[in-house]
């Protein structure tokens, strides 16, 4: 989505070319300006560019590579075989955008990842399905009293999302702000939370900053359910199950919502590259006009002001209003030139937490796998393939990933997308998405391009251990590490979320404190990004809050 | 995966319509693909349609099975439907004094969505008419599906006529294929069916066993009904089954087929209307115009057929005295949302249809004009009343509430807005909708 090189060598000023007249130089600058540019064509950037489009403003979105979809792509890597090579479902997706960008009429189809199925050391599982009443027997099965405690869980935990959903639907008030405003949106936050009641206020506190693995003791003794519930307090994060703040990982993903559903999660048609392809078209529906391999080097700026961006071929856009799709450290540090920002904002950006830690292995294979204990089950891979038996599991896998090494047994979250959607792979042949974790960014003493495959060895034999036979499957398979996560798609350091989720990189502070409503301080220009509130997944909350924020100041400003 | 060798024993048919264990008191029937479909069915819950087992769902997620018709393929046994065998010399001109719509328009080789009427002009009942093949130029024969039992009501209407109505209900088995990838799959064991079109008849082989395919269906997409003799009923499902490994292909049962007919706006009988055979008071008859079939009778001036019901029914075009329209609704999702957000509730999104009657009023600020005038409709509709949802859902395709729902015609018009009528926390709220053309959900495949 950006580009590595600096703004300041890219932005050189160039003249209109010299055998053009003054006339059509003119003629061709009005074509080559637009009331808004966003930089970075992923989903945010769709996002944010659809609804600026459709509020009227003449859009331009330009995206680096030949695709848009930036982290949300599928691509065919063996005919017939389709790989989400990065982000692999869909849950957190604001449910306004699915209507107020009309995807439906775009072809938006959330299929149903109908069960998650978590193989266990000894040769059992768990397997947890759309029945209510079969998931409490199955889970009475590890431990009877786990069972009614899972209902209140779950009920326990809705009430918290409950609470804080309508966070994931405004920009956060401004703590520095002395406008009037934002004083009265403080206060509106103040009195929401002490509207609510004593249990699940306490509830977020704990959720926001304790580890999972605290808050799941206290309702379960099943290692495997706790294995499974703890799983998504880690992903994407440098943190362990019994970290602090693993709880405020668990509670952002519990936030999704599938038709109603808070924590379902759902494989859009075609992968997450068939929802941006959706995106793309309901932006252009609107008027946007997308250009691929259009790498912005820099944002223009004048008097402090935004005035468009360049290429990396020198071409330039301009507009008044420019959105940055990119992370904080594009945004801040490469887009512009930081001389122009204060230094406090620099210095928190530079100290802003990537460290991605996550990577992909996608499989292409000739069947589906067998589980000793379930043979000639198919049913149980349509859904999530959870490889976390235990926190003990988890716990020993970021042990490795704290000392700069990927986990030799890594957590693994698995889903046989072709099972959902047959159209992702040829009849009877299948493919698999393997998020993995923990894999450092920095490796100790060595680096991805050396442990890409040693990468995908370990995670092979991982597999292999639950499902034997698994390696006889495997066709094809393609190993995504940070480095490669960050060289394909631009987030820096591979991190998934564009900024790792941690209480100082949140809300208030997300990505900077003063600036986490979408403005910059560079007049006109804006960003729009996961490094924004609320936030990474494929959500497109930062993209619909941040248009929301650009047409509310030209409201003004024209006013 | 069930196995299929250790049931071979028990498999053998027992003879056309024999489905019934002789000897035993037994009190339900089971359909020709019973023993297949019985293996698959994870849940083991059964309904009873028309006295045969059928399923609700096949395995835990009713939800998966509508996904799977809509983005791959679904096999639906519709086996308990009603069916009548009409030939005989004059059969034609039996069906064209019957049925409401004009049979004459109906080849051999074609199908028909069609419905017959009483005398007042209230339809008595809805089904499609198959016009087979015709195997000898002489023979002319048509297959006649229904809900509920037709015999009498139709052999009341031969009179002199040289007609044979033979109900054979339970001497077929009907399969229904329904989704995208339905006609690539069937055709590679009916070649025909690849272009067949919508609402075409054809015959083939499976299996070596003689079926009868029609590009037909309740779910509102691309999709085909195969009909077979009850003793090959096991023969035509496993080389179907087999022909469609691998391609998403899933069993599904009545709860999947609800949603998808809803979104389809298809009408279900009981649900949605009435027959006016059994019905004690008008306001429980309906009119096909009242049930969005008006268009079946475009062509009325043009075909001289005396057929039941055809004088009330040009009267109701004259005089425009229909009592409603039919119509999708599609609820206005902010209004739903605040409704259950501000009662302290997550705003439930439950793909589960909901039957029965939901009232809808004017929306006393609504667009449309109509609403303003508030005029009093049909019989017996109370001022401010716009008409009342018999279907409702949260259709996951649309992403949106939806309803079947009967509207004023004076408020049938696209757009115009009106509130329905919900339970919110054990008592009344109204919640913004909008009315829209049937079918909500319309797949250029269907017809393509």
């Known amino acids: 989505m950006s580009t590595k090189k600096t703004p300041a060598k890219a932005a050189k000023k160039r003249g209109a070319p010299a055998s053009t007249s003054l006339a059509s130089a003119k003629a061709s600058r009005a074509e080559r300006t637009y009331d808004a540019i966003v930089v970075g064509g992923g989903h945010n950037g769709l996002v944010n560019g659809a609804y600026l489009a459709k509020a009227g403003l003449r859009t331009l979105i330009l995206e680096r590579r030949h695709l848009v979809g930036g982290a949300a792509i599928t691509e065919e890597l063996r005919p017939g075989f389709w790989f989400t090579t990065f982000s692999y479902a869909l849950s957190l997706l604001r449910p306004q955008i699915v209507q107020d960008l009309e995807l439906v009429k775009h072809g938006f189809m959330p299929l149903l990842m109908s069960s998650t199925f978590a193989p266990m050391e000894n040769g059992d599982y768990l397997w947890l399905t759309q029945d209510h009443g079969q998931n409490l027997k199955e889970i009475a099965r590890h431990s009877k009293r786990d069972a009614d405690a899972y209902e209140q869980y779950g009920h326990d935990l809705s009430k918290v999302v409950q609470a804080l959903k309508p966070l994931f639907d405004q920009a956060p008030p401004d703590l520095f702000s002395d406008d009037p405003e934002e004083l009265l949106a403080l206060t509106q936050l103040g009195r929401r939370f002490r509207s609510l009641d004593k249990r699940t206020l306490h509830n977020a506190v704990r959720l926001l900053t304790g580890s999972a693995a605290d808050f799941l003791d206290d309702y379960f003794e099943s290692e495997i359910l706790k294995g499974y519930l703890a799983s998504s307090s880690i992903i994407g994060t440098k943190v362990g199950p019994r970290s602090q703040g693993s709880g405020l990982v668990l509670l952002f993903h519990a936030m999704g919502e599938h038709d109603g559903e808070f924590g379902a999660w759902s494989f859009h048609k075609g992968g997450n590259g068939g929802f941006t392809q959706v995106l793309a078209r309901a932006a252009q529906a609107f008027g946007a006009e997308i250009r691929l391999e259009s790498p912005v080097a820099a944002v223009i700026t004048k008097n402090g002001r935004a005035t468009g961006v360049a290429l990396t071929d020198g071409t330039e856009f301009y507009a008044d209003t420019v959105v940055s799709a990119l992370d904080p450290r594009h945004t801040f540090l490469e887009l512009v030139d930081p001389r122009e920002l204060p230094d406090d904002l620099v210095e928190t950006v530079q100290r802003y937490r990537f460290q991605g830690t996550s990577s992909k292995v996608n499989f292409a294979l000739d069947g589906l796998p067998r589980f000793p204990a379930l043979p000639g089950r198919e049913d149980v891979f349509r859904g999530f393939t959870n490889i976390g038996p235990s926190i003990d599991y988890l716990e020993r896998a970021f042990d490795e990933g704290k000392y700069g090494w990927y986990s030799s047994r890594p957590y693994i979250d698995g889903a046989i997308q072709s099972t959902i959607d047959p159209d992702m792979a040829p009849p009877g042949r299948h493919v698999m998405s393997c998020f993995i974790q923990y894999t450092p960014y920095k490796l100790r003493e060595s680096d991805w391009d050396a442990e890409q495959e040693n990468l995908g060895d370990t995670v092979q034999r991982t597999l292999e251990s639950f499902f034997p036979g698994f390696g006889d499957l495997v066709l094809q398979r393609e190993v995504v590490t940070p480095l490669h996560i960050e060289r394909t798609v631009g987030l820096s350091e591979g991190n998934i979320f564009a900024g790792e989720f941690f209480a100082p990189q949140m809300f208030f502070f997300r990505p900077a404190p003063g600036w986490s409503q979408y403005r910059t301080p560079i007049d006109g220009y804006y960003q729009c990004g996961s490094g924004t509130h609320p936030g990474g997944c494929v959500m497109g909350a930062p993209g619909k809050l941040a248009a929301e924020r650009i047409l509310k100041d030209r409201g003004k400003g024209r006013g | ?448």
Request: a negative charge; one cysteine or more.
């Open chain 2, 1 to 448: 995966m069930p196995k299929r060798e250790g049931q071979k024993k028990t498999d053998a048919p027992r003879g056309a319509g024999a489905t019934r264990d002789a000897g035993e008191a037994a009190v339900v029937r089971t359909s020709p693909f019973h023993a297949r479909t019985a293996a698959l069915n994870q849940v083991q819950l059964w309904s009873h349609w028309s006295n045969y087992l059928a399923a609700g769902r096949y395995q835990l997620s009713d939800k998966a099975e509508y996904f799977a018709v809509r983005n791959a393929a679904g096999i639906f046994d519709s086996s308990p439907l009603y069916k009548y065998r009409i030939g005989g010399p004059d059969a034609e001109a039996f069906l064209a004094g019957v049925l409401a719509r004009d049979i004459w328009a109906c080849p051999p080789g074609r199908a028909q969505y069609t419905c017959w009427l009483d005398d007042d002009g209230f339809v008595v009942e809805d089904g499609v008419v198959l016009h087979l093949p015709q195997s000898r130029p002489s023979v002319n024969e048509y297959l006649l599906t229904s809900a509920e039992p037709n015999l009498a009501w139709f052999a009341d209407r031969v009179g002199r006529l040289d007609v044979r109505i033979d109900e054979v209900s339970d001497d077929m088995g009907t399969l229904a294929l329904q989704g995208p990838r339905s006609r690539g799959l069937l055709a590679k064991l009916v070649p025909q069916a690849e272009t067949l079109p919508y609402f075409g008849v054809t015959a083939g082989k499976i299996g070596g066993a003689a079926v009868t395919v029609s590009r037909t269906g309740f779910t509102g997409d691309l999709g085909y009904e195969i009909w077979v003799d009850a003793g090959d009923g096991l023969r035509v499902w496993d080389e179907l089954w087999d022909a469609v490994q691998g391609h998403g292909v899933q069993q599904f049962g009545l709860d999947a087929l609800n949603m998808l007919r809803i979104e389809a706006g298809m009408l279900e009988l009981g649900a949605d209307f009435d027959s006016s055979r059994y019905a004690f008071n008008d306001a429980h008859r309906s009119t096909p115009l009242e049930l969005g079939w008006g268009w079946m009778f475009g062509d009325l001036k043009r075909d001289d057929r005396a057929f039941v019901g055809r004088r009330a029914l040009e009267a109701e075009i004259a005089g425009k005295t229909s009592r409603w329209a039919m119509r999708g609704l599609v609820l206005d999702w902010q209004d739903y949302d605040q409704v259950y957000d501000e009662a302290g509730l997550i705003p439930p999104k439950d793909h589960t249809p909901v039957i029965g009657d939901s009232m809808l009023y004017e929306d006393a600020a609504g667009a449309g004009g109509a609403a303003a005038s508030g005029g009093q409709g049909g019989s017996g509709v109370a001022l401010g009343q716009a008409g009342y949802a018999t279907s409702f859902m949260y259709s996951p395709m649309l992403q949106r509430h939806i309803a079947i729902a009967r509207m004023r015609p004076d408020l049938a018009k696209p757009g115009t807005r009106v509130k329905l009528e919900l339970t919110v926390d054990h008592h009344y709220e109204q919640v913004a909708a909008h009315v829209a053309r049937l079918p909500l959900y319309n797949p250029e495949r269907k017809t393509a």
